[in-house]
């Protein structure tokens, strides 16, 4: 199981790169979700989720979700 930061937005996964990535494998895979939600706090995404991916299965489990620094559009742009 690994902990994924996800933009929401475009379903994307941050890799070790500090890049985004629609494929959860080439994801940064974070210790705990507490590290997880810091470093997402850094990153310039709007929303983000963290989340618990199982390889084997590919299956997700939403465990926290926040904001980075990046700007977030308003449900009326």
Known sequence: MNIL?????????LTRAGLWDHDPRTAQIFG????AVRAARQESVGKFNIVLYIP?????VNLDHGRGKGSVATELD
């Open 32 to 35: 705990t979700s507490r590290l």
């Open 5 to 13: 930061i996800e933009n929401p937005d475009t379903n994307e996964y």
């Open 56 to 60: 084997t299965t590919n299956q997700f």
